[in-house]
């Protein structure tokens, strides 16, 4: 059966892939992007690639888009995919917190708000599905990257609570959880640190944070992205699926052990 679908943060990367993806499928697709040359780009992408991609403009931080959006197909939207995200990078001991502030509020905040939004919609219908796009990151941690991980451990919980809060509802809530995927989106995450982190001010030691740079934002770790695209467009349509949906799955065993191992680990620091 085709659907309707809204997928935020359809700009780029999975979400631009997904968008389109779905589009091919046969379900009509409402892509939002952040700013108005984004919109342009798009629709000539997916005139490009043959498909109906309905674009609209949805700057999460703007309550304006927000309405507008919900206004025009809120009530015709089987299946919401709340993908848009933004990452800060540096040592948590000094990330101005304002920066982690700024993901919060893309990341957690406004995300729960249009997910809110499109519960009261779908408990009223009684129907429809809900998916944050969330990532390995949210039960994992990456060094250096703690505005991020903490921001996708903080959309985990609201996921998990939301799932049981609404279970005697009709409402689907589920997660999806990719890893590192060659988007451009962990180079562009890792260059901010570049905009306020000084070796020689900066109490942290920069090596390390170069390493961790190189390695995450570089070739060797990164995932070519379509496998993950084809699981989003297989997965975001079905009718019935797993709550929680990693993929790669061979990133399952190595969070389960991750996780485990917290409640051996020692407190780190010079004796």
């Given at each position: 059966?085709?659907?309707?679908?809204?997928?935020?943060?359809?700009?780029?990367?999975?979400?631009?892939?997904?968008a389109?993806?779905?589009?091919?499928?046969?379900?009509?697709?409402?892509?939002?992007?952040?700013?108005?040359p984004?919109v342009?780009?798009?629709?000539?992408?997916?005139d490009a690639?043959?498909?109906?991609?309905?674009?609209?403009?949805?700057?999460?931080?703007?309550?304006?888009?927000?309405?507008?959006?919900?206004?025009?197909?809120?009530?015709e939207?089987?299946?919401a995919?709340?993908?848009?995200?933004?990452?800060?990078?540096?040592?948590?001991?000094?990330?101005?917190?304002?920066?982690?502030?700024?993901v919060?509020?893309?990341?957690?905040f406004?995300?729960?708000?249009l997910?809110?939004?499109?519960?009261?919609?779908?408990?009223?219908?009684?129907?429809?599905?809900?998916?944050?796009?969330?990532?390995?990151?949210?039960?994992?941690?990456?060094?250096?990257?703690?505005?991020?991980?903490?921001?996708?451990?903080?959309?985990?919980?609201?996921?998990?609570?939301?799932?049981?809060?609404?279970?005697?509802?009709?409402v689907?809530?589920?997660?999806?959880?990719?890893?590192?995927?060659?988007?451009?989106?962990?180079?562009?995450?890792?260059?901010?640190?570049?905009?306020?982190?000084?070796?020689?001010?900066?109490?942290?030691?920069?090596?390390?944070?170069r390493?961790?740079?190189?390695?995450?934002?570089?070739?060797?770790?990164?995932?070519?992205?379509?496998?993950?695209?084809?699981?989003?467009?297989n997965?975001?349509?079905?009718?019935?699926?797993?709550?929680?949906?990693?993929?790669?799955?061979?990133?399952v065993?190595?969070?389960?052990q991750?996780?485990?191992?917290?409640?051996?680990?020692?407190?780190?620091?010079?004796?």
């Amino acid at each position: 059966m085709k659907k309707t679908i809204l997928i935020t943060g359809a700009a780029t990367g999975l979400g631009k892939g997904t968008a389109i993806g779905l589009a091919q499928a046969g379900h009509k697709v409402i892509a939002t992007v952040e700013n108005w040359p984004q919109v342009t780009q798009l629709r000539a992408d997916a005139d490009a690639a043959c498909v109906d991609l309905v674009v609209e403009k949805l700057d999460y931080l703007k309550p304006d888009d927000h309405d507008t959006v919900l206004r025009k197909y809120g009530k015709e939207v089987d299946i919401a995919v709340l993908n848009a995200a933004t990452g800060q990078t540096g040592p948590v001991a000094e990330v101005p917190v304002d920066r982690i502030r700024e993901v919060f509020e893309v990341n957690v905040f406004h995300t729960l708000e249009l997910a809110q939004r499109f519960a009261a919609i779908f408990v009223k219908r009684d129907s429809g599905k809900i998916i944050f796009t969330s990532s390995i990151a949210g039960f994992w941690i990456l060094p250096y990257l703690a505005p991020y991980v903490a921001s996708k451990h903080a959309l985990e919980a609201i996921a998990q609570l939301m799932r049981h809060e609404l279970e005697d509802t009709n409402v689907k809530i589920a997660t999806i959880n990719p890893g590192p995927y060659r988007t451009g989106f962990n180079d562009r995450m890792y260059d901010t640190v570049d905009q306020w982190f000084e070796p020689g001010v900066n109490f942290s030691d920069e090596a390390p944070l170069r390493e961790m740079q190189a390695q995450i934002a570089g070739e060797d770790l990164q995932l070519d992205p379509q496998p993950m695209i084809d699981f989003m467009v297989n997965l975001i349509p079905q009718d019935d699926h797993k709550f929680r949906n990693v993929y790669h799955e061979g990133f399952v065993e190595d969070v389960k052990q991750y996780q485990l191992g917290l409640w051996t680990q020692p407190m780190k620091g010079k004796a």
